[in-house]
């Protein structure tokens, strides 16, 4: 049973930072890319980043370039975020996510609030 258990998020002020995780299991991690996606309250989901399978290639949505590092560690079936001068825009529920064929996989989402 593939199972995404995500980890990490929390509240922070703006320009601190955090590391999310998520932990994978049922499936062979290694062979797909892996993505991050959040939600905002009212919003639709957006797409934040993906990574190979191999984490040669890195891609970014343009809300967090620059700022957002996607990474993976293959041995320990996980998939990272790390996020950087967070700001009150980033506030969201995040999730990892990836593609079994045509069917998609999500965790339940860690909450990440950013606040003064």
């Known amino acids: 049973q593939v199972q995404l258990v995500e980890s990490g998020g929390g509240l922070v002020q703006p320009g601190e930072s955090l590391k999310l995780s998520c932990l994978t299991s049922?499936?062979?991690?290694?062979?797909?890319?892996m993505r991050w996606y959040r939600q905002a309250s009212g919003q639709e989901r957006e797409f934040v980043a993906l990574i190979t399978r191999t984490g040669d290639d890195t891609i970014y949505g343009d809300s967090v370039l620059g700022r957002f590092t996607i990474s993976r560690d293959n041995t320990k079936s996980t998939l990272y975020l790390q996020m950087r001068n967070l700001q009150p825009e980033d506030t969201a529920t995040y999730y990892c996510?990836?593609?079994?064929?045509?069917?998609?996989?999500w965790g339940q989402g860690t909450q990440v609030t950013v606040s003064s």
């Open positions: 996510h990836f593609y079994q064929g045509a069917q998609g996989h």
């Open positions: 049922g499936f062979t991690f290694s062979s797909y890319p």
